[in-house]
């Protein structure tokens, strides 16, 4: 039962990783650049969120709260590309790296003004009530991570395989001038997903308020989300799944079954195995560029 217990645990929060990873493969998919801004983004539509729902603030129903939320990320995401992004637009992935860095700190700084630095905990509907199944205890939010998360993935996968709209994307971040000769709009393909990872990090972070209190510092947790799109294989939504799985369930044994500290490395140790074995992921779509 004890296994059991650390097992779900760890899917739980390996989803939490696994949706954050899913916003760097978005964008790697589309850009092939890395937003390492991705976690904060995930923390800042948490505290807006928290902001539009708890009863100190604007107390709004949560059910309206979250949807305005997604929203309001997604709308940040695009106004990001089209105000920034787009003048980088034909210099090295090297800048969009560092400019999105820099837009981490930004973004942190800005939520500890904003909502303070202390732990704060999301009144979410989500976070009432647990499930005991055969002795193993899942709690609602658990439960929500899962779900929405796979479904997620499952309707991200379908957009990049079977829409005009996605294979779009793909084409852009193939070969961003041979898919602008195609008639594909390139620069809007590119605000478009930028939006669409904003939208995914507000579910993240929504899903990860519901479970536990925040701070700005939670997005940090972009770092192991890194981890996990990398382990799992950059461009493969799946694999970013996967990846986030792994490195969730990794934390709770290394923690449990190792000395104390074990369980913060662990992930970055099989990172460092899979880059050494198997470089492009464990789940990596190689592919060669036409030019």
């Known amino acids: ?116 630095h202390e732990p704060q905990t999301l009144e979410s509907p989500l976070s009432i009530g647990d499930i005991n199944i055969g002795g193993v205890v899942l709690g609602m939010a658990d439960v929500a991570v899962i779900v929405v998360t796979v479904l997620l993935t499952l309707f991200l996968y379908q957009f990049f395989q079977r829409t ?51 701070d700005p510092n939670a997005g940090l947790l972009g770092i192991k989300a890194f981890a996990a799109a990398v382990i799992g294989g950059f461009g493969s939504l799946p694999g970013a799944l996967v990846g986030g799985l792994i490195v969730g369930v990794i934390e709770p044994f290394a923690s449990r079954y190792f000395a104390a500290g074990y369980s913060q490395i662990a992930p970055y140790v099989l990172l460092l195995l899979v880059l050494v074995f198997r470089p492009n992921g464990l789940f990596s779509q190689v592919r060669v560029k036409k030019v």
């Open 164 to 214: 005009k709209l996605g294979l779009a994307m793909q084409a852009a971040s193939q070969n961003q001038m041979a898919a602008y000769y195609m008639g594909i709009p390139v620069k809007r393909v590119q605000g478009l997903i930028w939006g669409l990872s904003g939208a995914t990090a507000a579910i993240a972070g929504i899903l990860f308020a519901s479970k536990g209190a925040i």
């Open 1 to 116: 039962m004890e296994v059991l217990q650390l097992l779900v645990s760890g899917l739980a929060n390996g989803c939490v990783y696994g949706l954050i990873a899913l916003g760097f493969v978005l964008i790697y998919k589309a850009t092939e650049a890395v937003n390492f801004a991705q976690g904060d983004f995930m923390m800042l539509g948490a505290f807006v969120t928290l902001g539009l729902t708890n009863a100190e603030h604007m107390n709004l129903p949560f059910w309206v709260a979250a949807p305005l939320a997604i929203l309001v990320m997604a709308v940040l995401g695009y106004l990001l590309d089209f105000f920034v992004l787009r003048r980088l637009f034909g210099q090295s992935q090297t800048a969009v790296v560092i400019l999105t860095i820099a837009l981490g700190f930004v973004i942190r700084f800005v939520a500890g003004v904003i909502w303070g």
